[in-house]
Structure formats: C-alpha cells, structure tokens
C-alpha cells in the first residue's frame, strides 16, 4: 500500500506531500490542474525515465519521494539484499527519485544509492498503473498468458517451466559452441595450451613472490648492508674509539668513585650491564653481515625467478595468486574442449534430459490453463454484464504451438464480441479505448483475489462512459479495494462518488506563480465537488451530489 507521496519541484508543484489510507481514493479537479502530476510522479518514483523538462522553472532539481508498506516483507527483503540495497524496517520501504537540470539522476531504496533497472524491477511489482494508453500490455499474449496462470493458480509453475526452458536452451547453446568452427577452435586450442604450460612451467606456489622477491632485495643490496654493517661495528667495538672502549674507560672511572663512595656500585652495575647488550649487538650484526654472502649464481637464479614472476603478473592477473586462479581455469576450459565429443555427448543427454522435465512441466501447466480458461471467461463475462455489455460474449483461445516456446506449449488471444450478431475479434483488434478500459476492468475484478500488486492505478481509465455504466464502473473499483488500495484519477462523478476518500487538485497564483495543489475533501465540500462534476453548482446539482454519496 502506498502511504505518502512527496513531490518537490515537479511541473506545476512546489512541494507536495500526500498522506493516504487504505481502500478506494479518487482524485478529481478541474481540467488542466495539475491530476496527471500525480501520476508522472508516480511514474518517476517506479523507475519511469526521467525528462528535465518537467523540472519546475526556475529550480534546479526535482524530488519525489514515495512510501510503501509491504505484504510479504521477508520475501522483499530477500530480494533487496541481493541487489545490495537496505532491507525494509518494520514492513515500509522507501523510494526516492531526483533528477537535476544537469541530467544527472540518483535514486534510492530504503537509503541506499541503486540503479534505475532496480529500481523499475522493484516499482512493477509494487504498482499496476492503467492510464487511457496503457492498454497494451492486455493485449499481449504474454500478459494474456500471465493474467490466466494467476487466475488458475499456475503461477508459480509457470516460473518453474521458463527456469526449465531458459536451461535448456543454455545447454543447447553451449553444445552447438562446441561443435561449430572448428578452425575458431583449434586456435583456441593452441592459445589454452601455451598458457597451461606456461603456468605448470613456473611451477608457482602460493606465498613463494614475497618470500623471493624479499631475498632478492636483501641480496642485490649485500655490498652497502656490507659496508653499513662494518661500520657500525667499527663504531661499537672494532676501532680504538669505539663505544666499547670508552665504556671500559669509563668503568674503570666508577671503581674509583667506588673506592671514595661504596654506595656508587650500582652505577658500575648498570655500565656492565649496557657493555653486555651492546657486545650481544656488535656479534649480532657481525653474523647477519656474514649471512649475506650469496653465490653469484644464486642472485642470478632470483633475479630470474622475479622477472618470471612481473612476466605472468602482466600477462594473467595482478597477483601470483590470480595467476594460478587464471591457469586453473584455462587448465578446466583446455581440459573440457580436448574432450569436446564426449562433452558434447555428455551435453546431449542433459539437453534431453532438460527437455524432457520441462515437456513435463509444460503439459502440466497447459492442463491448468485449459481447465482454467472457460472459467475465467465466464467471471469476466459476469463482469462485463455489470459494466453495460449485457450481451456481450467474452472467451479465452488457446492454440497449440509448433513447438514449445519460453511461455509454454500454446499461444493465447482473449476474444472478445462487445456486441450481438458481431464476430468476435482478439481483443488487439478492438479499437474502442472505451470498451479496452472496460475488459481490463473486467479482467481486474476476476483476478481481484489472485492478484499479489497491493495498489492498482486506475488514470482516467474511464473516459467514453457515462451514466449507469459509470456508477458501475465506480462500483467495481470499490470492491477490488476490497482487497488492495485503488487510486482512480477520474473525471466522472460516479465513480468519485464510489470512492471511500476523495482529493481536489487545484492550481492558485502565489507570489505571481503558478502552483498545483492537493486537498482532501469531506462533507459539504466533497458534495459540492461532485456537484461541479455533474456540470452545475444549483440545489439540483447539490440534491444529485448527495444521492450519488448516498
């Protein structure tokens, strides 16, 4: 359920936020004032491209933000974590759009910064939006194919064929790779195996670049740790200055002082102490100076050895450990082409063996949709009686494929004979926007209860219908709220008169501009709105008015 709509800078509007309920909400006001603001903000916040010219004049950037409650918040959150994004707190998700002058678009779910296509893949199953040109998706045969799998309950088996199906035809694909262009081949051939064998050459092992890379420093730089060494060990004991003899004189010095004051002993100590640490230094350093004679050879073979390493460094991978990663996957890849036939044997049979569960599925699915079908052609037929088409004939084909496609093993055409003694047509071949809006309507009440999108928006969905047929056209929005939130912009006072909550658009001068504004309306405000859209403001207008909220 959508709970607020915040807009800023947005066409006609400056701010705008909108706090709604549950239930059916009808938007109504005069032509021009700003209605389809509502929905374009709508749009914008489901991931709909953006257009810098509906930024208000004379501001930089334009914000809409959007607040939701959600059905089955574990399955979203799921679904949110892997896509990175925050998951929702205490069942409410955030969206947010802004979009600048500059072009440069950000948008945003529970706080965290998204990509557009997240954000539209997220906004379709949140919103079903149906405005007076979004009739098409009725007449795909996909959407056809959907609406009738949610009405038999075969959703999710529908799901579980395309996994199947889209399987398959992945094998297929790496099959028909293997067996074509064998010249493409071989030439990969040659390339895996030099690669390989460069690799299993190096004979790497994990760890060994630092270890020998640390040698090597230490041993390309063994004449000035040389001449460092011996002269701090010239310094601490070998030169007639050195600090061990001054200190020895200095001790001498102390058993003088000793001599005069016993109580100066523990200088003494402490002297001996430091010549003891300062000799374990000199003989330390000595032996390190004499570790670091290395074999002319050997520098040469680590010198070797690192320039191997920089070598595959450049050619596979950063570190020595995306090197082997590396050589193991082309090892894997040489591996499964040098036995291609028995891979492309292997292939085969899983292929089958894919085809086979999908055929099983498919037919499955294909008994649903045929069990399913006249059923929901008779609900949507009982529907289209209540909307003025009392003799109207509505029935659901379905067609066998060739072969089986990614939706299954037929093709489907919702058929339709708005009027006695016409042939019925596929409803694509309808031109009537009146008479489209009417069977999704239909459409829309028999799957009322299958339904998993918590807010339908119905944009003026009910232009060419008037009187009776109107009031049940309002009628029939009211009982799909029933079970989720409907949001109708309409101009008809029936059906605004069906809704449990209304709201005006209007537009006011403020400070020499224009501005869009939204209000909710109760009472003898609502009454008197109704009444301007049966076209008066006199007491007959107002006595209508109130029998229609009646």
Request: proline share 3%; net charge negative; aromatic share 4%.
């Amino acid at each position: 359920m959508l709970v607020s709509l915040r807009i800023r800078n947005l066409a006609l509007v400056e701010e705008l936020e909108w706090l709604l309920g549950p239930g059916f909400i009808a938007v109504t006001g005069e032509t021009g004032s700003g209605k389809s603001i509502i929905v374009g903000a709508l749009k914008l916040v489901l991931g709909e491209r953006a257009d810098k010219s509906l930024i208000r004049a004379g501001a930089e950037s334009c914000t809409v933000e959007a607040v939701f409650t959600i059905r089955d918040a574990k399955k979203t959150n799921a679904w949110l974590e892997e896509q990175g994004v925050e998951p929702c707190e205490e069942a409410q998700l955030i969206l947010k759009r802004v979009f600048s002058t500059t072009g440069t678009n950000r948008q945003f779910i529970n706080g965290s910064p998204t990509t557009l296509s997240v954000l539209k893949e997220l906004g379709d199953g949140l919103v079903d939006l149906h405005g007076p040109h979004d009739h098409q998706s009725l007449l795909s045969s996909e959407k056809q194919l959907g609406l009738l799998d949610s009405f038999a309950g075969a959703a999710p088996l529908h799901a579980k064929y395309g996994e199947q199906f889209r399987a398959m035809n992945r094998l297929i694909t790496e099959r028909d790779e293997l067996a074509s262009n064998e010249a493409a081949m071989e030439r990969e051939l040659d390339l895996l195996r030099h690669q390989v064998n460069e690799i299993t050459d190096a004979a790497l092992k994990p760890g060994e670049e630092e270890e020998i890379t640390g040698r090597y420093t230490v041993a390309s730089n063994a004449r000035r740790i040389l001449e460092l060494s011996t002269g701090v060990l010239a310094r601490i004991s070998e030169s007639e200055d050195s600090a061990v003899t001054r200190l020895n004189e200095c001790g001498r010095l102390l058993r003088d002082l000793e001599r005069v004051d016993p109580a100066a002993v523990r200088f003494s100590d402490a002297l001996h102490r430091g010549i003891a640490e300062i000799e374990d230094l000199a003989s330390s350093i000595q032996h390190y100076a004499e570790d670091l004679e290395v074999e002319p050879g050997e520098l040469a073979e680590m010198e070797d050895r690192v320039s191997l390493f920089e070598t595959l460094k450049r050619k596979y991978g950063s570190t020595i450990s995306d090197v082997m990663a590396f050589g193991e996957t082309a090892a894997a890849r040489l591996a499964k082409i040098e036995s291609r036939g028995e891979e492309i044997e292997r292939l085969g049979h899983e292929i089958e063996k894919q085809r086979k569960a999908a055929a099983d599925t498919a037919a499955k699915l294909s008994e649903k949709r045929h069990a399913a079908a006249p059923k929901l052609a008779k609900t949507v037929t009982a529907h289209l009686r209540d909307l003025g088409f009392k003799k109207s004939d509505f029935s659901v084909a379905l067609a066998a494929l060739a072969a089986p496609g990614p939706h299954g093993k037929e093709s489907i055409d919702f058929v339709f004979a708005p009027n006695p003694g016409e042939p019925a047509k596929p409803l694509k071949a309808i031109a009537s926007s009146g008479e489209i809006s009417r069977v999704m309507l239909a459409v829309k009440s028999a799957l009322a209860a299958q339904d998993t999108i918590s807010l339908l928006v119905f944009d003026e969905i009910d232009a060419n219908v008037g009187g009776e047929i109107a009031h049940a056209v309002g009628e029939k929005m009211r009982a799909i709220a029933s079970e989720r939130q409907v949001l109708a912009i309409t101009h008809l006072p029936q059906v605004a008169a069906c809704a449990v909550s209304q709201f005006v658009v209007s537009k006011d001068i403020e400070s020499g501009r224009t501005v869009s504004k939204l209000q909710r309306i109760e009472s003898k405000e609502r009454i008197a709105e109704i009444a301007r859209m049966l076209g008066g403001k006199g007491e007959s207008a107002l006595a209508h008015a109130k029998t229609l909220l009646g």
